[in-house]
């Protein structure tokens, strides 16, 4: 499980794909990892932007999914490190 902790910066490349889909207004299907395991949502994604260290992206539900817990959107797996 993931916890609040040192953020681990996506691949730009793939962060170029989350603004794509966001430009796009492709509703998205996500992957991710929180306190309670694996989670799914759905939705467009309407900003992506950093806080406290850590980037996030926002969905048009209101969802808030920091970057670094992504498993895939759209099901293309994330990637690490520039």
């Known amino acids: ?5 040192k953020y681990r910066r996506i691949n ?3 962060y170029d794909q989350l603004e794509a889909f ?3 207004r492709m509703r998205s299907a996500i992957s991710y990892e ?5 989670q799914s949502a759905e939705g ?3 900003d992506l932007f ?3 260290g850590a980037e996030y992206l926002q969905l048009d539900n209101g969802t808030v999914i920091r970057l670094d817990y992504l498993h895939s ?6 990637n690490y490190a520039c």
């Open 12 to 14: 730009c490349s793939y």
């Open 22 to 24: 966001a430009t796009q």
């Open 50 to 52: 950093a806080k406290d």
């Open 34 to 38: 929180d306190t309670n395991g694996t």
């Open 73 to 78: 959107v759209n099901g293309i797996p994330v």
């Open 1 to 5: 499980m993931k916890h609040e902790g």
């Open 44 to 46: 467009i994604i309407v």
